[in-house]
């Protein structure tokens, strides 16, 4: 009986741990999804965390703004180091991860694009909105009740901004005038040098201006050399290589270019042949063959009235010799996007085979010659005619660093002026007009009836975080300039705007101080933050699946070419 009651015994405990090895089932939403899923719903959970993310991400660009706005210092996964306070370029290296946060980084991507500035307005208005939300939602005001009134509140400042309006740029092809429209936009990156890039932009602006037709950004180009000071750069009529030319021609007036992106050299066969060589005789007639051949193909190119050869391959001894033989220059370009935009400025084809160019295939160029700066080499490509002509600004400064910084002032200065040719009006900067919206739309919630008003008052509020931002940034007192630009608000002074050069509260005329905003960025970025806003409201719940494993698939720069 004893060993009969130990087996019963092993075979009830065997049982019990099959029982207790069975996979459960989950209950509730968690049991439709696969392992390793999550999932946050309600408005502790979803919400507020999305709101959280996105005020972070808004904090973080909001010391950058202004003309006194800090500096980021950013290093990428590649180890780059960057130093500035233009928000698009933090944004873009940060590589922002939560989902709600990267619904903000995609609208200021897109302001980027829509008017190549703006970018940290955008992240600012639309941090500061989810903020303001919190707080009515946390007082029981619905979603549905915050989202109308943000809409209406957005739909009623794109009707006042035009009543704003306290100039326009009537003549886009003077450089002092265009100087002045972008002044302001320069300053917010460089200030104290914002007279001088100015005009070096205008400058460079006007002189590619086209007479119909849209303005293309991609024909400003920027050359960065290291040495000297910012004061010492300027504006060169045509493109600009940092190379040397190949051969012993350093000069030539009313060029005509031919371009190959092969070598400059002997002409390959496409396939391979063996050829037997049974003298020296016949050795030395082959050589001199080969030699006749490639003289007779340069003399060739020479003779359609073509003196400039650019190619992206190595040029070849013996074709050197020929070209230099023949007055023929050699530019050699490696980059073969440095190739296409050449080839788009003076009118060439790009030609695969180093065959002889026709006349259409040739491109012209007022003159192409070597110069120097410092201690850099550079091959000029002059060009003054106006039409699809273009400029290059030679940016001289201290450290690569800075004329980075320098070249992204450039860039929103050249979209600015891009901007002005779709809308050349302007309103009072230097948060005149945010105060001014601020206090309109205050009145206009007033008249509207249910919650949705005290949503339009939480919108005028947010439009207070730019002054704020601006006064904080100076190191003035936020609060009792805010109260002093109301109260001259009040009294009808629209362009009461912040003195940034003032101790203490002080306040300046924007529109006699020259201090513009384009209604252009304006009108774009109160659209893109309220839709920005109102779409991560809208979010109840999050779902995320299990992150596949393996590498991930590299991403594509945003400033990247299309190949």
């Known amino acids: 009986p004893g060993p009969c009651r130990r087996v019963a015994g092993k075979e009830e405990e065997e049982e019990e741990k099959g029982t207790m090895a ?8 968690s049991a439709m999804l696969k392992d390793g899923a999550k999932h946050f719903s309600g408005l502790d959970e979803a919400v507020f965390r999305n709101i959280q993310a996105c005020a972070e991400l808004a904090k973080i660009t909001r010391t950058s703004f202004g003309p006194n706005g800090m500096n980021k210092m950013v290093i990428n996964h590649l180890e780059k180091l960057f130093v ?23 609208a200021a991507q897109m302001m980027e694009q829509e008017c190549g500035d703006g970018t940290n307005f955008v992240l600012i208005l ?5 903020e303001k939300a919190e707080d009515l939602l946390r007082m029981g005001v619905s979603v549905p009740e915050v989202v109308e009134g943000y809409e209406l509140a957005a739909a009623k400042v794109l009707e006042i901004l035009p009543t704003l309006v306290c100039g326009k740029a009537e003549n886009l092809r003077d450089v002092n005038e265009l100087a002045k429209a972008i002044k302001t936009s320069v300053a917010s990156m460089q200030y104290g040098q914002e007279d001088f890039l100015s005009h070096l932009i205008a400058d460079a602006c006007v002189s590619i201006m086209p007479e119909k037709g849209f303005f293309n950004v991609d024909n ?3 050359c960065k050399i ?40 002997f002409m390959q066969t496409e396939t391979k042949g063996t050829i037997l060589i049974k003298s020296a005789k016949e050795l030395m007639e082959f050589s001199s063959g080969e030699e006749d051949l490639l003289e007779a193909q340069v003399k060739a190119i020479r003779e359609t009235g073509c003196n400039v050869v650019v190619t992206q391959g190595k040029p070849g001894d013996l074709a050197m010799h020929f070209a230099n033989k023949h007055n023929l220059m050699v530019v050699r370009l490696m980059s073969k996007f440095e190739l296409r935009r050449l080839c788009q400025a003076t009118g060439a084809i790009a030609l695969p085979k180093m065959v002889v160019p026709r006349k259409q295939d040739l491109g012209h160029c007022d003159a192409v010659y070597t110069d120097e700066i410092g201690d850099a080499a550079l091959t000029v490509f002059r060009q003054d005619r106006q039409e699809g002509a273009i400029s290059t600004i030679v940016v001289r400064g201290s450290t690569s660093n800075l004329m980075d910084d320098i070249e992204r002032a450039i860039d929103d200065g050249v979209n600015t002026v891009k901007a002005l040719t779709r809308e050349n009006r302007f309103v009072p900067g230097a948060a005149a007009n945010e105060i001014e919206l601020a206090l309109q739309l205050s009145s206009y919630a007033n008249t509207v009836p249910g919650l949705a008003q005290y949503a339009i008052k939480q919108f005028a509020a947010a439009l207070e975080a730019f002054p704020r ?16 630009l109301y109260a001259q608000h009040k009294q009808g002074r629209h362009a009461a705007a912040i ?19 384009l209604l252009l960025n304006r009108q774009w970025g109160v659209k893109l933050a309220t839709d920005a806003a109102t ?4 979010v109840d719940q999050i779902i995320m699946a299990k992150a596949a494993g393996g590498p991930k698939v590299p991403k594509p720069k945003g400033d990247w070419d299309e190949d």
């Open 126 to 130: 639309a941090g500061t909105l989810l």
């Open 226 to 265: 290291v040495g000297s000071g910012v004061l010492q750069s300027t504006v060169m009529r045509g493109m600009v290589f940092r190379r040397e030319v190949e051969g012993d021609l350093a000069r030539v007036e009313n060029a005509k270019i031919a371009c190959y992106t092969c070598a400059f050299d």
């Open 22 to 29: 069975m996979h459960v089932p989950q209950a509730g939403f």
């Open 535 to 538: 779409t991560v409201l809208r």
């Open 84 to 106: 500035t306070n233009d928000a698009a370029t933090i944004i873009r290296e940060l590589e922002v991860q939560h989902p709600a946060a990267k619904m903000l980084v995609m």
């Open 469 to 484: 931002a601006l006064a904080s940034n100076c190191g003035m007192k936020s609060n009792d300039l805010i109260v002093e």
């Open 220 to 222: 400003v180009r920027v």
């Open 499 to 517: 003195d940034v050069e003032g101790e203490g509260v002080s306040i300046l005329d924007a529109d006699k101080a020259g201090i513009f905003d």
